[in-house]
């Protein structure tokens, strides 16, 4: 299996632009979960998808984010207008349903100049 | 809420020599603990994991870690450090909801590991 994918691998972007970050889960995972990680604040949990519906968005910092799954292989975190706080490394993870592990994927780098 | 306290957050250690980082957790019911390690530009990568039985818990790379439900600890072990176990590593503790497994991860520990 190929894993976790997720690109862009690095992003640059200037303030106030829509930045687009994509995740393709592993296939037959019906969990998926986007987390960012800064030196601040550690690795966060923003939101989290059980087959393809959000379930747990309390976690996305304002409505500048938000997240999508329109399908079971594919889920996109839009930052729009993009902040240079909003510079992170976001992963991806995804799981089987219930307890099982959390595979994650390489990350994105987004720097918001 | 659950929550994860990792109390280390830097550790240097020579080669060769054991390793322990400790994790304590709160939870209001029995968890599932995880520890993941985390390579320099790198995503996280599963360790471990404690899901029930017996409390001492083989991983990959020759970690382990025992689940301690008296001290609130699932401390992380390795009897001898290689180089290539600089990294980060990261306790989490899961929380199975109706719905899925939600993750609380711990602040992290950086090790380094002096030749």
């Known amino acids: 299996d190929a894993g976790v994918i997720q690109s862009p691998r690095h992003e640059v972007t200037e303030m106030g632009q829509e930045v687009t970050l994509r995740c393709k889960p592993i296939?037959?995972?019906?969990?998926l979960f986007w987390y960012r990680q800064t030196m601040m604040r550690g690795l966060e949990l923003l939101i989290y998808?059980?087959?393809?519906?959000?379930?747990?968005d309390s976690g996305m910092p304002e409505d500048r984010f938000s997240a999508k799954m329109p399908n079971a292989s594919f889920s996109t975190l839009k930052i729009q207008p993009s902040e240079p706080r909003d510079s992170a490394v976001y992963f991806c993870?995804?799981?089987?349903?219930?307890?099982?592990?959390?595979?994650f994927g390489p990350g994105t780098r987004l720097t918001v100049l | 809420a659950q929550s994860v306290t990792q109390p280390d957050i830097h550790i240097t250690v020579s080669e060769g020599a054991s390793l322990e980082l400790r994790c304590n957790y709160s939870?209001?019911?029995?968890?599932?603990l995880f520890w993941y390690v985390q390579s320099p530009g790198q995503g996280l990568q599963l360790l471990l994991k404690?899901?029930?039985?017996?409390?001492l818990v083989q991983g990959i790379k020759g970690f382990e870690a025992e689940f301690k439900r008296s001290q609130s600890s699932f401390n992380l072990r390795k009897p001898s450090v290689h180089w290539s176990d600089a990294a980060e590593y990261f306790c989490?503790?899961?929380?199975?909801?109706?719905?899925?497994?939600?993750?609380?991860f711990g602040g992290g520990t950086r090790v380094l590991v002096k030749p």
């Open positions: 296939s037959g995972h019906n969990s």
């Open positions: 404690y899901f029930s039985g017996d409390t």
């Open positions: 989490a503790v899961g929380a199975l909801e109706t719905a899925g497994n939600k993750l609380t």
């Open positions: 998808f059980n087959n393809n519906v959000p379930i747990d």
């Open positions: 939870y209001g019911a029995t968890p599932y």
């Open positions: 993870a995804s799981s089987s349903r219930g307890k099982d592990t959390q595979y």
